[in-house]
């Protein structure tokens, strides 16, 4: 791979797999993207398939690049994967049973590979290239489809024995509340997700009768993201789902704070990209579900990482952390 006498550019590679999408990219040590690319998952075909067709686009969009990269190793964030045996689990948006990721990579490329959950590795991406640069102790919190945690203390994820350390969105806030897909109820996950959002909405819908910008949408168009633009237009109703979402958010986070005493809980993914609405109620529910003494000292805050970057980062600062 390197040129004559050429300055070596080493690089990791980054793989998000995602229920409908795989990013992947090249990364610096610094966190420049040398290379991004995408690709349909097909989550209902065998993974070495994807496999295949991500080494594939690698190679003709390797091309491109300068002669003089160097790649180091392969990280790899994705659904349910086990950083212990580089295998996934049973992934719930994936058609795979269980998956040795290892392998399948140590097919196309002899070179270290590291994997973990996507909450683990946004987690790891945020203290190499994003807001948790200066902290040894922080827990990143996602909020997508489901909710997501990846627990960082003295500067090292949190595995557990086996690995699945970190499922916030799994831990009971509400007694016999909402079914979760995971089978219990109740679950943090069922109310601070963007599923969780759009839930507390048809609930506040259906038992006030008060005007709403989204009173008249087809149950099918009621996301989110509308959600936030009814409450950016101050619709009184969208801000009370919010509020709700908040209140929930901010007891699971008050509980974790009890555990971990962390330094900052980093919001990421789709509904922290709400901003204050969302972070507002977070902290002022967070602070009166607090011990004295642990108040006022964790920051909340937003991830700092490029939002169409993340996954990629997240991917390769775990096998960068796995290296240096």
Not at 109 to 125: H, I, K, M, Q, R
Not at 175 to 197: D, H, P, V
Not at 284 to 296: C, G, P
Request: with cysteine; glycine share 12%.
């Amino acid at each position: 791979m390197n040129g004559n006498g050429m300055n070596t550019i080493e690089l990791t590679l980054g793989i998000d797999i995602g229920g409908t999408n795989t990013k992947f990219g090249l990364v610096d040590k610094s966190g420049k993207v040398y290379l991004r690319e995408s690709l349909n998952t097909e989550a209902d075909k065998p993974a070495e398939l994807l496999f295949n067709r991500i080494f594939k686009k690698l190679a003709t969009a390797q091309k491109q690049l300068p002669g003089n990269i160097s790649i180091k190793g392969v990280g790899i964030g994705a659904p349910n994967a086990n950083y212990y045996t580089g295998t996934i689990e049973s992934p719930p948006n994936l058609s795979w049973q269980s998956v040795d990721l290892i392998k399948l990579v140590r097919r196309h490329l002899e070179l270290p590979v590291s994997v973990t959950n996507d909450a683990n590795a946004a987690a790891l991406g945020e203290m190499k290239f994003g807001n948790a640069r200066n902290f040894k102790h922080f827990i990143e919190i996602t909020l997508g489809t489901g909710v997501g945690s990846g627990i960082v203390v003295n500067g090292e994820i949190l595995y557990g024995h086996d690995g699945f350390a970190g499922e916030m969105g799994h831990v009971i806030i509400e007694r016999n509340g909402r079914q979760c897909g995971c089978g219990r109820r109740g679950c943090l996950e069922t109310y601070a997700s963007a599923t969780g959002i759009t839930r507390t909405m048809e609930e506040i819908l259906s038992s006030s009768a008060e005007n709403s910008l989204l009173r008249n949408l087809p149950e099918s168009e009621l996301t989110s993201k509308k959600i936030y633009e009814a409450a950016l237009d101050k619709d009184p109703l969208a801000l009370q789902a919010f509020e709700t979402t908040g209140k929930y958010l901010g007891l699971g986070i008050a509980d974790a704070i009890h555990y971990f005493s962390p330094e900052a809980i980093i919001l990421f993914g789709g509904l922290a990209a709400a901003g204050e609405l969302i972070f507002e109620p977070v902290r002022r529910y967070t602070e009166a579900n607090l011990m004295s003494f642990f108040r006022n000292k964790v920051k909340i805050i937003p991830s700092g990482l490029p939002a169409g970057d993340a996954a990629i980062l997240g991917a390769s600062a775990l096998i960068w952390h796995e290296i240096s």
